[in-house]
């Protein structure tokens, strides 16, 4: 069966949603546009893997940034904050996370998106 890909215009890229089984899983590629940077911000229940297609991702996870290259992978469980920008040109990720795409709680954000989504 043919899934019908969404995609999501971002202030910092784009989002294209190319799966989302309600109650099991979603998966999306992240494009980060040079430069871009998501919210500040954490899950209360969602739970994200993800894994660097291209680029160089700087993220902060917890307390502490990390670099992440091509071939990188790294899990963001619920209730840890992170924040993924794109420093050095465009990045792009794929996500398969839990199924509460709207459980965003930001902390910080650059282009005056509200605190919860």
């Known amino acids: 069966m043919k899934f ?8 910092w890229g784009r989002e294209l949603i190319f799966a989302h089984v309600p109650g099991k899983y979603a998966g999306k590629i992240l494009i980060i546009d040079k430069g871009g940077r998501l919210s500040l911000q954490y899950h209360r229940k969602k739970h994200e893997s993800l894994y660097v297609l291209k680029g ?3 993220l902060r996870l917890g ?8 071939g990188s992978a790294f899990e963001v469980r619920p209730g840890v904050v992170h924040r993924f ?3 050095h040109g465009r ?5 398969v996370s839990t199924t509460e795409l709207e459980d965003v709680v930001r902390l910080q954000d650059d282009y005056g998106r509200s605190r919860e989504k």
Do not use: N
Request: proline fraction near 11%.
């Open 56 to 58: 160089r991702l700087t």
């Open 63 to 70: 307390r502490r940034t990390l670099t992440a290259d091509p």
């Open 85 to 87: 920008q794109a420093l």
């Open 4 to 11: 019908p890909v969404r995609v999501v215009e971002k202030p």
């Open 91 to 95: 990045v792009t990720l794929a996500e």
